[in-house]
């Protein structure tokens, strides 16, 4: 009987999220898991990030299986079960230290385990795999209190519970900064649900006043307060702030904010409709707003009722209401996160009002118990129902990014990774759909606010991906008049200008946006100056400052970001240091497998080092997944004329110029190859328009000079 219950709880957990294992990686799994080279060997270079216990288990995963998702699913669901299982067993402790629901411990904390295994709210945290942070760091935190009020009950095994609770809290730091609180719960705990220490003391009248058999807890604190510290090592270390006070956010608009915010997180909790993978949550600026006013009073009356319940001794109501808030305080309160509602923090606050809902409802089962027991069940079915349901959007990245479009059309981070999913079905039409629809939606927000510099810029990039750079280059040029010392806006026209072969012009809006961001730290900074810093490099190549593109590409891809690493591997390749741009290559490969533009450009190196056959497969490759890049074609025409097949090449360089009519490059390379077939009229006129588009181009006037005189001409890589 005593297995039953947590087999129950199992069982659950494997009927919600049964059809999870093979959801793909999304969103943040790219950077964190795909890309993330630190997890692809069991070394102490995983104890250098800033969630060690979190990378040590994707390593774990990867030594396993590779990328492959399931096993990442089975030990994110593994998790989310014994989270289950703690919290079933915290509850029933609390519960028979507080003495209540005297007989129905074990169904009460069963129902409150249930609930909290097969919300709706907690499909985030398991589904969407690096929200394994979440999980790690609440079997840490439920390990903690679990173990201290197992203490309580079992004082001969005081020491040992006490010991492994502090171990659990450290570990529990590793895994995300929530724990934080975890101290203070277990304070909450003692006060509320545990024997308070006593002194021995003298008795008056006779009477031998008992000894208190509560223990001093001194050294408990002291314990779990000293974990505080692997935490301050941690965000000491931090690389790229996403959280905290050196972000770019009012921490005074962040708390303003996040009263609306948990509000909306609570009436999720109890009618799971409106869910979305991404938020666009608006930022409240002042204290008379409505959206802040209302929900203000109504955590004043979550104060108040958690005052009244201390004072009623309500000890287990007020101790599982005080965890709820403590779990949710970290992420919502007053510490500002660049992302300002995000689903997933509300799970070890579920627990905490499931647990409340199972006083309630073993309250009523004193008077009505088969009516509880149904009421229970029915609400036990609609959750999971409503979870299952919620998890198959997540089977289908196009369907989750839909979803999201739908509850926030204005935000340009969900049209992106939508364009991406469709991009990973092969779907160009979709791709094309998603540009227009953002790019309709900004033109509205721009007419509706005509002197918001963000919106200029966002729409400028919006036109950019529908190929009408020019008008891509007007819209931001504005944004930049109209806030000319955002960086953004001229990170964008630096970007623009570079796509339309205008380095020169380019280089000095890039070097003013990377003047303007310098100094700052948060990420949406970091990854400004990392585009600026990739661009600025491709842009000092192109004018030949090649020492100065190579500076600024190596600061850029010093953490691996696969972009710079591949710009990088270019500016290595063509001043001829072919081994070092091979190993950058290949390390950008490594971040990113399927990336054909690093694909491209290794390929491109490979055949410079001899190796035509890797360089004519890698290629090959990248073009099915790009087949409307023309370098891609271009390099594949170059690497068949290096491997004496110039009629293959032909019909690559051919592709390659009906994409890009005007590359004199790869009009060159046609007429090297065309030259090599005998067809010297054809190769006569691939030279003369390389001419007519670089006038002053020595190999293209030797070559067409070559070729009248019916002599073939060179070849080069450059």
């Known amino acids: 009987m005593r297995l039953v219950r947590p087999l129950l709880v199992l069982v659950a957990a494997l009927v919600v999220y049964a059809r999870t294992f093979g959801v793909p990686f999304v969103f943040d799994d790219g950077h964190a898991i795909v890309q993330n080279l630190r997890i692809r060997e069991l070394s102490p270079a995983l104890f250098g990030g800033e969630r060690p216990l979190v990378d040590l288990t994707l390593a774990l995963n990867y030594a396993a299986g590779g990328l ?39 169904a009460a904390a069963l129902f409150a385990a249930l609930v909290f295994v097969v919300h709706p709210l907690q499909t985030e945290a398991v589904t969407y795999v690096i929200q394994r942070s979440e999980l790690l760091m609440a079997v840490c935190y439920l390990a903690t209190l679990d173990l201290v009020a197992r203490a309580e009950m079992r004082p001969a095994s005081r020491a040992a519970s006490w010991a492994a609770a502090i171990l659990f809290c450290a570990l529990g730091m590793a895994a995300k900064p929530v724990m934080v609180t975890a101290p203070l719960a277990v304070w909450w705990l003692a006060r509320c649900v545990l024997e308070p220490p006593m002194r021995a003391g003298l008795s008056f009248g006779g009477a031998a006043r008992p000894l208190d058999t509560a223990p001093r807890r001194g050294p408990l604190f002291l314990g779990l307060l000293a974990s ?27 708390l303003r904010t996040q009263l609306g915010v948990t509000w909306h997180y609570f009436r999720l909790l109890v009618w799971p409709r409106g869910q979305t993978l991404d938020y666009d949550w608006p930022l409240a600026e002042r204290w008379t707003e409505p959206a802040v006013v209302v929900p203000l009073l109504g955590w004043i009356a979550v104060a108040a009722l958690l005052v009244w319940l201390s004072r009623r001794r309500q000890r287990a109501a007020a101790f599982w209401l005080g965890f709820a808030v403590l779990t949710l305080l970290p992420s919502s309160s007053i510490v500002p996160i660049a992302d300002l509602a995000f689903e997933h923090r509300m799970y070890l606050t579920v627990g905490g009002f499931a647990v409340l809902a199972a006083l309630a409802l073993g309250g009523a089962a004193a008077r009505v118990p088969r009516v509880a027991a149904l009421v229970g069940l029915a609400i036990v079915v609609a ?12 089977r289908d990245p196009v369907a989750l990014w839909m979803d999201a479009l739908g509850k926030a059309p204005a935000k340009q981070r969900i049209y992106r990774n939508l364009a991406e999913a469709y991009q990973r079905r092969g779907d160009q039409n979709g791709m094309r759909r998603v540009a227009l629809a953002e790019a309709e939606t900004l033109e509205r927000l721009h007419h509706a606010r005509p002197r918001d510099a963000r919106v200029m810029t966002a729409l400028g990039n919006a036109l950019a991906r529908l190929g009408r750079v020019e008008e891509a280059l007007a819209a931001v040029s504005e944004a930049v008049r109209l806030d000319p010392r955002d960086p953004v806006s001229r990170a964008a026209q630096g970007g623009l200008l570079m796509q339309l072969a205008r380095p020169q012009e380019a280089i000095p809006q890039l070097e003013m946006a990377e003047a303007l961001i310098q100094g700052r730290t948060g990420w949406t900074d970091l990854d400004t100056m990392r585009i600026v810093q990739v661009n600025l490099g491709w842009a000092y190549a192109a004018v030949g400052r090649n ?3 190579l500076r600024v590409l190596r600061e850029a891809a010093a953490d691996d970001n696969v972009s710079a690493l591949n710009n990088l591997g270019s500016v290595l390749g063509r001043v001829g240091q072919w081994e070092e741009a091979q190993r950058v290559l290949e390390r950008a490969q490594q971040r990113d497998p399927e990336d054909p533009n690093v694909q491209s450009n290794l390929g491109w190196v490979y055949a410079n080092v001899g190796r035509l056959a890797d360089a004519d497969a890698l290629l090959e490759h990248a073009i099915l997944q790009q087949p409307n890049e023309p370098s891609a074609h271009g390099n594949l025409g170059w690497v068949r004329l290096r491997a004496g097949d110039p009629a293959g090449a032909v019909h690559a360089l051919e592709m390659a110029r009906t994409l890009q009519p005007d590359n004199p490059w790869t009009l060159n390379m046609l007429g090297v190859a065309h030259a090599r077939l005998g067809q010297w009229d054809q190769a006569a006129g691939d030279f003369e328009r390389a001419i007519q588009l670089v006038p002053d181009s020595v190999l293209a006037r030797d070559n067409l000079a070559r ?7 060179s070849l080069t890589g450059d």
Do not use: K, M, S
């Open 383 to 394: 959750l999971g129902w409503v979870a299952v349901a919620r998890n198959e959007l997540w």
């Open 68 to 106: 492959h998702v399931v096993g990442y699913h089975v030990l994110n669901l593994a998790l989310h079960v014994a989270c289950g299982l703690l919290l079933f067993d915290l509850a029933r402790r609390t519960f028979r230290l507080t003495h209540v629901l005297a007989g129905r411990e074990d």
């Open 228 to 254: 505080w510290l692997v935490l301050v090592v941690l965000i000491a270390e931090r690389r790229h702030p996403g959280a905290g006070f050196d972000i770019d956010l009012d921490p005074f608009d962040y």
């Open 707 to 713: 070729v009248l005189a019916r002599q073939q001409p």
């Open 547 to 549: 020492e100065d593109a």
